[in-house]
């Protein structure tokens, strides 16, 4: 009859399995040691990140501003309140998703090419 660990083969085991399997010190044994991973080298250091409470900040100042000019209207407003508030919030918008769409654009540029994508790209393309 095979032993367990015949038959787990390179799964990794755990609990009871573990204990059945054997091994060093009654498969109580630590997990090997991983090796130390590389550094980085200089051209590959990520871009370092954007601060996004700068635009978070930008953005309450100018929501606020806007809930200032709604409170001080009179319920029916006029056509341009209206159109400066809707603009507003559409800034208010761009403000925030610019910090997540400059640092995705910043990673983008700083990427490096892989040499064999790139060929089959422009082989693809011509």
């Known amino acids: ?50 601060p996004k409470w700068p635009f978070f900040l930008a953005d309450l100042l100018l929501l606020s501003f806007i809930e200032l000019l709604l409170w001080q209207h009179a319920p029916p407003l006029a056509p341009g309140v209206m159109v400066l508030c809707a603009l507003g919030i559409i800034a208010g918008g761009i403000i925030a998703l610019l910090p997540f769409w400059l640092e995705a654009r910043k990673k983008a540029l700083h990427r490096p090419v892989d040499k064999p994508v790139a060929v089959r790209l422009r082989i693809s393309l011509q």
Do not use: F, H, I, Y
């Not at 060093?24 to 954007?50: M, T, Y």
């Open 1 to 50: 009859m095979p032993k367990p660990a015949d038959l787990t083969g390179a799964l990794p085991v755990r609990g009871v399995g573990r204990l059945l399997c054997g091994g060093e010190n009654g498969g109580l044994s630590p997990p090997p040691r991983k090796q130390p991973e590389a550094q980085p080298q200089p051209d590959e250091v990520a871009p370092a990140r954007l």
